[in-house]
């Protein structure tokens, strides 16, 4: 009857099946299809019973968003809703893979709900921006009851089909969604079940409405970290209103508050984020039809900080490990804390208890940089200095087999460099991991001039084995993060020694939205390995090396530009360091005056829009949705303003041409002038969206 929708029938069964690759989302032709065939399905009178499976390795796995823009199509989805919700035949979903977003609510409104084992289901839309616009809110709390229900409409997490059986989500596992839904349906119709209609069913709100501290501990657990978020906090307004109100006035109070998400600055840019992520996975100059290599086990030269965990990531997604060492006890101390890592997310409930053994089992720890032949693909962790690392891909062109993909986990330096090392420098690459690299998610991926296609191919899709998010970028001191974040922590340097405090510049980026300000982070990362290379160059930088010179590390040592007590992380001003800064300034003859906020924010953002446009002009990155992705996976960027190119469009690059200018004389810094690409955009009233239109058609 449809494309995209089929309906067949089996004696008194009829079968509904979406086909709508890949992940059968219900874009306006599934919708309509699936009305046309219940419609079709209740008028015949052969049918007693309907199913609503899907073809493919999925159920429905939430709308199409590039239709969310396109209101009209709501009452298109609300007379769905109802012709399933209404049929005076039983529906049942048969759901595998996942039921997520609109298809969760597409089974909400079926009178029975039946999932094979490994199922998902799950309400995401906060992820977006949103809430469950198609009655989500009301429906879910009536069958789960509103506790798991807040959990999973404002966390936007699912939960697994064992989880949805045991609170009454679906009613029964079976082997097979469609020949387990058709089984279901019959016994429905044999044992003359009664059509339940989770609209008209308020008993798991008793408890809730006679006991607040229900929903109200389960939200707050939820919004613990939605700082700066406006969807989690509708979502949990919709709940409570499933709770306080009758169906219907909830479901009004429901639309009420997608529509005002789905127009708002933040679901916008959440969505944005969304795609840009789903294009940064496109690679650009890849001939088609290129395959990856193949992968079997991976060697990682260094077992410290970043080696150590490079090498969980690999081991938590199932990849046999070599991790190499040129010491024993250097090796034996990164074994014993990748294990103590394993063991304290396991009683902290984050992995099985029995993960950690078979983690470390994956690891096998080796002396010696000839351990490397078996590997196929080889990244190496070590110390962040070219010499050594030079040094390493002599020894890797010796020591690697044939084929192997050879790459280094730098934060700066020039691929190309260690390439031209080797003979076969394309099978080089960069794979920079952000710290800790078993935590962040962000593998920037870099291409060197002769890195060949399948090796490249061959990183960005391991990255996305091991759950990372793979954004290619080129060859240049700092790659795309570390380049511009470099702008932003120069200029706070700068206010620094216009007598700003640490604290005053920090709560400026973290009220933007970060996670983490400037001097925080260097707290966190420690200051002493950037004050040695200072040292080694020849470069001062007074107020920091003073700190170091003072034993102020960071965190390691209980004091860097903030002071942490008793072993926390949480840093705490102190007076001292504003009298180091005080005392400096007065040596180098500064006068402190006060900076406000607005302007903190601009020099500090700014120059990294900046940067990020030099990068685009240089071609070192190639969308600006890529740029994005990288702040927004490596640096906390927050989502809700989209990333940094996005949010450039959405300040104005007029603006920020014009303020970048103004700053530039005003503390005569040349750095600061706005480079040609953003002149140039600026001028013609474009944003950097227009570049990715232009990468698009190309």
Not at 308 to 314: A, E, L, V, W
Not at 555 to 567: C, D, F, L, P, V
Not at 603 to 621: F, S, T
Request: aromatic share 6%; glycine share 10%; charged share 25%.
């Amino acid at each position: 009857m449809s494309k995209v929708v089929k309906l067949e029938r089996r004696d008194v069964i009829a079968i509904v099946t979406v086909n709508n690759p890949p992940v059968n989302a219900l874009s306006a032709a599934v919708e309509g299809g699936i009305l046309e065939c219940i419609n079709a399905a209740i008028d015949d009178s052969k049918v007693m019973a309907v199913t609503l499976t899907c073809a493919g390795r999925t159920f429905i796995a939430g709308a199409d968003i590039t239709e969310f823009d396109k209101l009209p199509k709501a009452s298109a989805w609300n007379d769905l809703l109802a012709a399933i919700e209404n049929s005076p035949k039983p529906i049942v979903a048969g759901i595998h893979g996942t039921a997520l977003g609109g298809g969760l609510e597409l089974a909400l409104v079926c009178h029975f709900r039946v999932a094979i084992n490994d199922a998902k289901l799950g309400l995401p839309e906060v992820k977006l921006g949103l809430l469950p616009g198609g009655g989500g809110t009301q429906r879910l709390p009536r069958a789960v009851g509103p506790e798991l229900a807040a959990r999973m409409i404002v966390s936007g997490d699912p939960i697994s089909a064992t989880e949805a059986l045991k609170f009454g989500l679906i009613d029964e596992l079976v082997e097979a969604s469609e020949t387990g839904s058709e089984a279901f349906a019959r016994k429905v119709l044999a044992e003359k079940r009664p059509l339940r209609k989770l609209r008209d069913d308020s008993s798991k709100l008793a408890a809730a409405k006679a006991d607040r501290s229900i929903i109200t501990n389960a939200v707050a657990s939820m919004t613990r970290r939605a700082r700066g978020l406006e969807a989690p906090f509708a979502a949990a307004e919709a709940v409570r209103a499933a709770v306080d109100l009758p169906f219907e006035e909830g479901l009004k109070k429901e639309r009420e508050l997608f529509r005002k998400l789905v127009g708002g600055d933040q679901s916008k840019a959440q969505r944005y984020a969304f795609f840009a992520e789903r294009e940064a996975k496109k690679v650009v100059g890849i001939p088609e039809g290129t395959k990856p290599r193949l992968v079997e086990r991976v060697a990682i030269i260094g077992a410290g900080t970043m080696g150590g965990g490079i090498g969980m990531s690999f081991a938590n997604a199932g990849i046999p490990v070599t991790l190499i060492e040129m010491g024993e006890e250097q090796l034996k101390r990164g074994m014993r804390v990748m294990q103590k890592n394993w063991e304290a997310s396991a009683a902290r409930g984050g992995i099985p208890a029995d993960a950690p053994a078979k983690c470390m089992a994956m690891i096998n720890g080796m002396v010696g940089i000839e351990n490397v032949r078996d590997a196929d693909l080889v990244i190496e962790a070590v110390f962040e200095m070219m010499a050594v690392k030079k040094e390493i891909f002599v020894q890797l062109d010796q020591f690697a087999k044939p084929g192997a993909v050879l790459a280094s986990n730098t934060s700066y330096l020039n691929i190309d460099e260690m390439a031209n090392e080797t003979k076969r420098p394309q099978d080089v690459l960069g794979m920079h991991f952000f710290s800790p690299a078993n935590v962040m998610k962000l593998c920037e991926i870099v291409r060197a001039a002769k890195t060949a296609p399948d090796a490249l191919v061959t990183a960005v899709t391991l990255a996305r084995k091991i759950a990372k998010v793979p954004v290619v970028v080129g060859v240049c001191d700092g790659f795309v993060g570390n380049r511009m974040l470099d702008q932003r922590d120069k200029q706070a340097q700068k206010l620094l020694f216009e007598g700003v405090l640490p604290q005053q510049i920090d709560a400026v980026v973290t009220q933007f939205g970060l996670p983490m300000g400037p001097f925080a982070m260097s707290d966190l990362v420690g200051l002493d390995g950037a004050w040695r290379s200072r040292k080694r160059m020849g470069i001062k930088s007074e107020i920091e090396d003073a700190l170091c010179e003072a034993g102020r590390f960071g965190q390691k040592a209980g004091k860097g530009y903030y002071r942490y007590e008793g072993g926390s992380r949480a840093p705490l001003p102190d007076p001292e360091v504003e009298k180091l800064i005080a005392e400096t300034l007065r040596r180098l003859g500064r006068k402190p005056h006060a900076v406000g906020d607005d302007e903190m924010l601009e020099r500090m953002m700014y120059p990294v829009i900046n940067a990020g446009a030099l990068i685009l002009e240089e071609g070192i990155g190639t969308r600006p949705g890529d740029i994005d992705v990288v702040w927004l996976y490596g640096f906390g960027w927050p989502i809700y303003r989209g990333g940094p190119m996005y949010w450039a469009d959405q300040v104005g690059l007029n603006r920020i041409a014009d303020r970048l200018a103004f700053y530039a004389k005003k503390t005569n810094d040349p750095s600061l002038e706005p480079v040609s690409l953003l002149k140039r955009l600026a001028a013609e009233g474009k944003g950097f969206a227009t570049l990715a239109s232009a990468v698009k058609a190309a």
